[in-house]
C-alpha cells in the first residue's frame, strides 16, 4: 500500500530503520488488528499501534470509564468518565493519527461470538482482565489461524506471549497453544481481581507497550518473536526473565488426541 506525503513524514523514523522500511511500514498500514480490551494493558497498546500505523484497528470492551481506571488506562481522560471506553479509545486513536480506521465492538467476547469477530483481523493482541474470556480467544485464534499476543497482568508483575499455534516450528512441530502453557483456567476466586488486589499503574503501560512492540514485529515481520516463551515482568526487581515452553501433544486443541 503505497503511504502518502504525510504519512511518509509521519512515519519518518520508522522508514529509516533497515528492519522496517518502506516494506514494512506498508504492512503496518495494511494490517487489521484486532484489540480485546481498552483497559490497563489495552489503552497503552491501542495508542502504540496508532501511532504506528496500523491501518486498522478493531477494539472489543463493553466497559465504561470510571474514576479508578484514569490510574492506568491512560487512553482516556477525566472529561471521559462515564462514557463507553471503545468511543474514548475512538476519540483518542482520531486525535493521535488520522490514517488510522477505528472499529468499536462495545460488546462482551465470548465463546459464541469469537470466531466470527476474530476471522475478520489478521492479529489479535489480548489484553482481557478475565480467564473466560482469554481461553475464549485463545481458542478462537487456534481454530481460525490467527496469530495471538497475549499479556497478563500481577500486582507488580506481568506476562507476555506470542501464540501462533496454527503453524509449525522449525523442528517441524506443532507450535504451542495457550493451553500448552496454562492447560486450564484457575478455579474461581483463587486469583484476586485488579478492583481487589490493586495494579502498578505505569506496570500496565510496559506492558501494553511490550504488547504493542510484539504486534509491529509480527506484522512487519523482523527479529524474533516470542513464539514458546514467556516473558516475565517483575516490576519490584525490574528483572526481566524469558522461559521457554513447547507443545504439549496432551493439549486439546492440537493434542495427538484432540
Given at each position: 500500500m503505497a503511504l502518502s506525503s504525510d504519512e511518509v513524514e509521519r512515519y519518518a523514523r520508522h522508514l529509516v530503520l533497515r528492519e522496517?522500511?518502506?516494506?514494512?511500514?506498508?504492512?503496518?498500514?495494511?494490517?487489521?488488528?484486532?484489540v480485546i480490551g481498552a483497559g490497563g494493558l489495552g489503552?497503552?497498546?491501542i495508542q502504540y499501534l496508532a501511532a504506528a500505523g496500523i491501518g486498522t484497528i478493531g477494539v472489543v470492551d463493553d466497559d465504561t470509564v470510571s474514576l479508578s481506571n484514569l490510574q492506568r488506562q491512560v487512553i482516556h481522560g477525566t472529561p471521559d468518565l462515564g462514557r463507553p471506553k471503545v468511543e474514548s479509545a475512538a476519540d483518542a486513536v482520531a486525535r493521535l493519527n488520522p490514517h488510522v480506521s477505528f472499529v468499536a465492538h462495545p460488546f462482551r467476547l465470548t465463546p459464541e461470538n469469537a470466531t466470527d469477530l476474530i476471522a475478520d483481523y489478521d492479529l489479535v493482541a489480548d489484553g482481557s482482565d478475565n480467564f473466560a474470556t482469554r481461553y475464549a480467544v485463545s481458542d478462537a485464534c487456534f481454530h481460525v489461524g490467527r496469530p495471538?499476543?497475549?499479556?497478563?497482568?500481577?500486582?507488580?508483575?506481568?506476562?507476555?506471549?506470542?501464540?501462533?499455534?496454527?503453524?509449525t516450528g522449525a523442528d517441524g512441530r506443532p507450535n504451542p497453544t495457550y493451553r500448552c502453557l496454562f492447560p486450564s483456567p484457575p478455579p474461581p476466586g483463587s486469583v484476586p481481581a485488579c478492583a481487589e488486589a490493586g495494579v502498578l499503574g505505569a506496570l500496565a503501560g510496559i506492558m501494553g507497550s511490550l504488547m504493542a512492540l510484539e504486534v509491529?514485529?509480527?506484522?512487519?515481520?523482523?527479529?524474533?518473536?516470542?513464539v514458546g516463551r514467556l516473558l516475565m515482568v517483575d516490576a519490584r526487581s525490574m528483572r526481566f526473565e524469558t522461559l521457554g515452553y513447547v507443545w504439549d501433544p496432551e493439549n486439546p486443541l492440537s493434542g495427538t488426541t484432540a
Amino acid at each position: 500500500m503505497a503511504l502518502s506525503s504525510d504519512e511518509v513524514e509521519r512515519y519518518a523514523r520508522h522508514l529509516v530503520l533497515r528492519e522496517v522500511g518502506g516494506p514494512g511500514q506498508a504492512r503496518l498500514k495494511a494490517a487489521r488488528i484486532l484489540v480485546i480490551g481498552a483497559g490497563g494493558l489495552g489503552a497503552p497498546l491501542i495508542q502504540y499501534l496508532a501511532a504506528a500505523g496500523i491501518g486498522t484497528i478493531g477494539v472489543v470492551d463493553d466497559d465504561t470509564v470510571s474514576l479508578s481506571n484514569l490510574q492506568r488506562q491512560v487512553i482516556h481522560g477525566t472529561p471521559d468518565l462515564g462514557r463507553p471506553k471503545v468511543e474514548s479509545a475512538a476519540d483518542a486513536v482520531a486525535r493521535l493519527n488520522p490514517h488510522v480506521s477505528f472499529v468499536a465492538h462495545p460488546f462482551r467476547l465470548t465463546p459464541e461470538n469469537a470466531t466470527d469477530l476474530i476471522a475478520d483481523y489478521d492479529l489479535v493482541a489480548d489484553g482481557s482482565d478475565n480467564f473466560a474470556t482469554r481461553y475464549a480467544v485463545s481458542d478462537a485464534c487456534f481454530h481460525v489461524g490467527r496469530p495471538l499476543v497475549t499479556a497478563a497482568l500481577g500486582q507488580f508483575d506481568g506476562s507476555l506471549t506470542t501464540i501462533r499455534a496454527h503453524e509449525t516450528g522449525a523442528d517441524g512441530r506443532p507450535n504451542p497453544t495457550y493451553r500448552c502453557l496454562f492447560p486450564s483456567p484457575p478455579p474461581p476466586g483463587s486469583v484476586p481481581a485488579c478492583a481487589e488486589a490493586g495494579v502498578l499503574g505505569a506496570l500496565a503501560g510496559i506492558m501494553g507497550s511490550l504488547m504493542a512492540l510484539e504486534v509491529i514485529r509480527a506484522v512487519a515481520e523482523f527479529g524474533e518473536p516470542l513464539v514458546g516463551r514467556l516473558l516475565m515482568v517483575d516490576a519490584r526487581s525490574m528483572r526481566f526473565e524469558t522461559l521457554g515452553y513447547v507443545w504439549d501433544p496432551e493439549n486439546p486443541l492440537s493434542g495427538t488426541t484432540a
